[in-house]
């Protein structure tokens, strides 16, 4: 944490506005004028990674390729459990259909962390809604029509609206003229409970035999016990299936649907069962549900035929006692409304959130970015509810992989506190409230956690479901006690952000008061000789779960002293004094464990050869932001650079088996502390790129997706962590804000890649303000709410640091921070372009695969040592540096890092083309500088890494410098890395 004391402020200037809402309105209209109906016509009916889906934050329903309907992936080995849903549950991928809170109860999972005591609470899913079946002369297109019957097939998917399309041509066999046909589906946005599917059909001809089937298929609904299923009593046109969760008998699940076929005035239809319109092609699980419309009139003159099925859904846990009362209403309801007025009230939903907030990136080179950007704000959002919302709805959080996918049992993880909130939260306190008050509705749970561990306060389990206790797969002790103080943070984010104090009167101050108590409780007095002492933690684990049950995580203890902070300073708002005694004395005395090279360690014995999975102790400085209680480092000249170094050295750890959110925050600590390079966007590619799957930009939980290339891991998907991680790079990297009681802060700096963008909308105490950031200036614009002026401080790095005043209609204007010098001296390349599409700037898609992922080549370049470009394989590799100009070259400065390649060759020219012919002006085989050593690879510091280092005999002038590696010291089959690679000016 830094100072929450505000100094007295300037007013800004009013005339600014003009100039800000002109550029805002500029970015804005690009951002308008992107595609974000995102398609494909490439079909791949088995790829899980190119799957789209509908969800509003209380329903999902994932899509096959198909258009509808239920699929299952098939698993490369189910035993070995390869191309499985991966840990806890092992099953294989299958399109979801979920309603949120919907957990079951069972004796244990396939996989876990502790024994398997208390059950396990996966979330069921329910019964596959979105199948609509057509017929025509006996025959039905379905997931199992065959591959040659299919034509003209397109899917899209839109991150601006939620609306997913699958048109295509059908051949029936024997036919002579395909069928068109075309799904539509959405998950309405305002309405929780309605999903709609809208089938049309085109090419119809006189006497064709045509039935659509509508079904409620029972193949999806895995954990479940059948209840009912059938048409609904006293109804007409209507079909239902009623499930409930595995060993939960008071709650259950309702599934109701409404069909409405078009034109009505021209066709009758008569009732069949669905088993006799569609036959082998009906499940027959228990609660499957189908009904079947035959066509009994001609075919209409047109020869189109529109079917669409509205759905209901409602469970125990939103709508307790009303379930298919609530269900069948609101399938009549969306009946009654019409499918004009349904869809169109759902897009407007969607437009009232862009207008309320956005991140825009303008520039054609950006496109993909920013529909990544977009995307990913789409993906988080779509799966979470607005906090108002009643219980049941507005608190069910935001699992890993959100409601179409069981990846991680659909479980609660941190994920959501720390890696999702904070841009929601930003952006959106009112979605971002669903996540705290899930905690809060957890919080009586969590205390008799405490009590069963002899623990004061509130204990989490490392997963939350159902029941919030402890249990195999979330287990509360010996392990994430930081999970603790990530909830408190949060809670702590949201009052800093929406100033409610009766939430934190009600809600906030209760949970970050429970952690703050558990923790008074947990830490151990470990004297240290002549009457001195300190507090430690033991058997606990970190983020970096390489590292289970060790003592005095760096993370755990730095977070808790955290967490006591703003227990007092709450206290102190709320003008209460119930807090333990001892609070002040474990925040002063918890001992931060570091290495004398300053390096915060991960645990007590952390080495230098350690590899960790993810961000860990670097969270102190980001999210946290960690003061150290007695104002200074044990070891390091400062607070600062120790977080630098740091950040260096477990970069340069980190697994590329890691997963997606991690280099995010690799992204903003870069930018708010690195002097020199663009490291920043480095990070920030390799936060976003080599997850994003085509063709949705939804994340992947690992850069490769085969298990047997990544570690042994089947990735989560969605991954909506990933989204979150990387969102952060732009709500809070570049921008630097970070939450503050009593005033906006921003320290805003820019790499030279990204020169402008805007994050609109951003909250604050009820107002709404405009950041846009651009390579000169940063205008934060007040923009409208809130209650009277806005304090703003500005971080002293920046030439106009210092704190100012907004009211409604000001903007301020401060410049933009930016890196200087090198990391080489006279080095030219730093920070410039990498040619080849996927090197300098997001591509979703890279057609260049020459290096391996996330360890691009513009890392070569960006002033760090930590960064570092790997080419894939050990044949010559090349990377091609454009210097902007024809400059004089002297020599080359390579740092190999501990990977080097074999040998090298240079080649300069004043054109690409000339590089094609060029002889080498520098070449030969590497030599190890710093060949491996035992003892030195134990010793936690930032190496050296291996150089090469290459003065020409005579200078040369270029404006092309290519660089080609061969070859590897290392055994695992990539290609050599180079961490630096500089050219000298004359």
């Not at 108002?388 to 609660?412: Q, R």
């Not at 303000?769 to 002026?789: C, P």
């Not at 002038?957 to 290609?975: H, I, K, N, P």
């Amino acid at each position: 944490m830094r100072s929450f004391r505000s100094p007295p402020g300037r007013r800004a200037k009013q005339g600014f506005f003009g100039a800000a809402a002109a550029l805002l309105l500029a970015s804005t209209a690009h951002a308008q004028s992107v595609d974000y109906d995102l398609s494909t016509n490439e079909v791949n009916r088995t790829a899980w990674q190119r799957q789209p889906y509908v969800a509003n934050g209380y329903i999902g329903q994932r899509i096959p390729a198909e258009g509808f309907g239920y699929r299952e992936v098939e698993p490369n080995n189910l035993t070995a459990r390869d191309g499985t849903q991966g840990w806890p549950l092992f099953t294989p991928r299958q399109t979801a259909a979920m309603v949120a809170g919907f957990y079951d109860q069972q004796p244990e999972t396939a996989g876990t962390n502790f024994a398997q005591d208390g059950g396990q609470q996966p979330i069921s899913t329910l019964p596959t809604w979105s199948s609509l079946y057509f017929t025509v002369n006996n025959q039905t297109y379905s997931t199992q029509t065959p591959d040659e019957q299919i034509s003209n097939w397109s899917q899209s998917m839109s991150v601006q609206d939620g609306v997913v399309r699958t048109s295509l041509d059908w051949m029936p066999e024997g036919a002579s003229e395909p069928l068109r046909l075309t799904y539509t589906i959405i998950a309405h946005r305002v309405e929780p409970n309605i999903g709609a599917i809208r089938l049309t059909v085109e090419g119809l001809n006189e006497g064709m035999q045509v039935a659509f089937t509508d079904v409620f298929d029972g193949a999806g609904a895995w954990r479940t016990d059948f209840v009912s299923s059938g048409p609904v009593p006293d109804t007409t046109n209507t079909l239902h299936s009623a499930v409930r969760p595995v060993g939960i008998s008071n709650v259950t699940a309702y599934e109701v649907s409404v069909m409405d076929i078009w034109p009505r005035s021209s066709t009758q239809w008569a009732n069949d069962t669905g088993s006799a319109c569609i036959g082998d092609v009906l499940s027959t699980n228990a609660s499957t549900a189908s009904a079947c419309y035959r066509l009994s009139s001609p075919v209409p003159e047109s020869g189109t035929l529109d079917a669409i099925k509205y759905v209901g859904i409602a469970s125990s846990d939103a709508f307790p006692g009303t379930e298919l009362e609530t269900a069948l209403g609101k399938a009549n309801l969306a009946n009654s409304t019409g499918w004009d007025a349904i869809f169109k009230s759902h897009r407007d939903a969607w437009d009232a959130v862009w207008e309320d907030a956005d991140i825009v990136i303008p520039g054609e080179d950006n496109e993909q970015l920013q529909i990544a950007t977009r995307a990913s704000l789409f993906h988080i959002l779509t799966n979470v509810r607005n906090g108002s919302e009643p219980t049941g709805l507005g608190d069910n959080s935001i699992a890993p992989a959100g409601l179409t996918s069981d990846s991680y049992a659909g479980h609660i993880f941190w994920d959501a506190d720390i890696w999702m909130a904070p841009s929601i939260m930003s952006l959106y306190p009112d979605y971002a409230e669903s996540i705290v008050d899930f905690r809060y509705r957890q919080l009586g749970a969590a205390k008799e956690n405490a009590k069963q561990f002899g623990l004061a306060g509130s204990l989490y389990p490392w997963t939350g479901a159902r029941f919030g206790n402890c249990t195999g797969i979330g287990p509360c002790a010996d392990y994430q006690y930081h999970l603790n103080s990530d909830i408190a943070l949060a809670a702590w984010q949201y009052y800093a952000v929406t100033d409610n104090k009766t939430w934190l009167e009600e809600k906030g101050y209760p949970l970050v008061r429970g952690a703050a108590e558990m923790f008074a409780s947990f830490v151990t007095k470990n004297e240290t000789g002549n009457g001195t002492y300190e507090y430690v933690t033991l058997n606990t684990t970190g983020a970096d779960e390489y590292a289970n049950q060790v003592n005095n995580t760096g993370l755990t203890n730095g977070a808790l002293t955290v967490t006591i902070k703003q227990a007092m300073e709450l206290a102190n708002i709320l003008g209460v004094d119930d807090l333990p005694s001892n609070l002040s004395d474990i925040y002063h005395k918890t001992l931060i464990p570091q290495a004398r090279s300053g390096i915060i360690l991960g645990f007590d014995g952390t080495n230098g050869s350690a590899e960790i999975k993810q961000a860990d102790v670097v969270l102190l400085e980001y999210p946290y932001e960690f003061e150290w209680p007695n104002g200074k480092p044990t070891y390091g000249a400062s607070a600062e650079s120790v977080a630098l170094t740091t950040l260096d050295f477990y970069s340069g750890a980190n697994s590329p088996d890691g997963p997606a959110m991690t280099w995010g925050i690799y992204s903003i600590l870069a930018a708010e502390l690195s002097p020199i390079g663009c490291a920043s966007w480095t990070y920030l590619l390799q936060s976003v790129q080599p997850y994003s799957r085509a063709p949705y930009y939804q994340l992947s939980e690992q850069q490769v997706d085969v298990w047997a290339d990544n570690g042994g891991t089947n990735p989560a998907f969605t991954f909506l962590t990933g989204h979150g991680g990387y969102l952060q790079t732009l709500t809070h990297g570049y921008t630097g804000y970070r939450f503050r009681l009593d005033r906006l802060y921003f320290d805003p700096s820019l790499p030279p890649q990204l020169t402008n963008y805007t994050v609109k909308g951003m909250k604050w105490h009820g107002g709404s303000f405009d950041v846009n950031v651009n390579s000169k200036e940063t205008t934060i614009t007040y923009r409208s709410g809130g209650n009277g002026s806005a304090p703003v401080e500005i971080g002293k790095s920046n030439e106009k640091g210092g704190n100012y005043t907004l009211a409604v209609g000001e903007s301020l204007s401060v410049p933009t921070r930016s890196t200087s010098g090198t990391l080489v001296d006279g080095n030219l390349a730093q920070c410039k372009s990498v040619l080849g599409i996927n090197d300098t700037r997001f591509h979703l898609d890279p057609t260049n695969r020459t290096s391996r992922p996330g360890e691009y080549a513009l890392a070569a370049i960006d002033g760090a040592n930590s960064t570092t470009w790997q080419p894939f394989t050990t044949e010559p590799t090349s990377m091609t540096v454009d210097l902007g100009e024809q400059q004089k070259i002297k020599g080359f400065h390579l740092n190999w890092n501990n990977e080097p390649p074999t040998y090298y060759s240079i080649a300069v020219g004043n054109s690409s083309s000339d590089l094609e012919s060029a002889s080498p002006v520098a070449s030969g085989n590497v030599t190890l500088s710093a060949p491996y050593d035992l003892a030195q690879s134990l010793i936690v510091q930032v190496d050296v890494g291996n150089l090469t280092d290459v003065s020409l005999n005579e200078t040369v002038t270029a404006r092309y410098v290519q660089l080609t590696v061969e070859g590897s010291y290392a055994t695992e089959g990539f290609g050599g890395t180079v961490g630096e690679f500089a050219v000298l000016g004359a």
